[in-house]
T-cell receptor, first 114, second 112 residues
């Protein structure tokens, strides 16, 4: 158990819908990262927040957005869902978000879009 | 664009045998990570390699980093069934911020 929690574990929804994934980092960690894992794209970085501020952005679609709240938990919002958005979404956290900080991964949320 | 390549992508081996997984990356980096993932599960951190020549060992797994060759290896000694999983290497470099760029993963199956 890494100490990073994610809810829900599974999410099944329909195309065109909107969902919110939630992540709580390890106690003391200030930085949160979101990754998407799919069969065709592998593991891809989406976005990083550090202490409430966006720090880095990856291959995140415009239909996706995220934020980090004052209590440091983070939410990833996915809208206008398409079949191709079906994937495992991981949240990771690290202490300061600097380069030399190890990232610890949560259990993931499996999203299925029908 | 930073590329991270692993090979082989699939490895089937007998218990008791040795083998090596290779991880090549395209840009200079002095920080490389190895993760393990069981089917449908999260990523478990195995090794963090901090500098050129770094070597770390845990049980039957040993990882090394050669930053000049842009190569890391994960060596498996006397494999056992419990090592069956997918192994990922990941790299981060300064110009990409803090994100990790992952290899495609190596699926390891150890047969009894």
């Amino acid at each position: 158990d890494s100490g990073v929690t994610q809810t829900p574990k599974h999410l099944i929804t329909a195309t065109g819908q909107r969902v919110t994934l939630r992540c709580s980092p390890r106690s003391g960690d200030l930085s949160v990262y979101w990754y998407q894992q799919s069969l065709d794209q592998g593991l891809q970085f989406l976005i990083q927040y550090y202490n409430g501020e966006e720090r880095a952005k990856g291959n995140i679609l415009e239909r996706f957005s995220a934020q980090q709240f004052p209590d440091l938990h983070s939410e990833l919002n996915l809208s206008s869902l398409e079949l191709g958005d079906s994937a495992l979404y991981f949240c990771a956290s690290s202490f300061t978000g600097e380069r030399y900080n190890e990232q610890f991964f949560g259990p993931g949320t499996r999203l299925t879009v029908l | 664009e930073l590329k991270v390549e692993q090979n082989p992508l699939f490895l089937s081996m007998q218990e008791g045998k040795n083998y090596t997984i290779y991880c090549n990356y395209s840009t200079t980096s002095d920080r490389l990570y190895w993760y393990r993932q069981d089917p449908g599960k999260s990523l478990e951190s195995l090794f963090v390699l901090l500098s050129n020549g770094a070597v770390k060992q845990e049980g039957r797994l040993m990882a090394s980093l050669d930053t000049k060759a842009r190569l890391s290896t994960l060596h498996i000694t006397a494999a056992v069934h419990d090592l069956s999983a997918t192994y990922f290497c990941a790299v981060d470099i300064e110009e990409y911020g803090n994100k990790l760029v992952f290899g495609a993963g190596t699926i390891l199956r150890v047969k009894s």
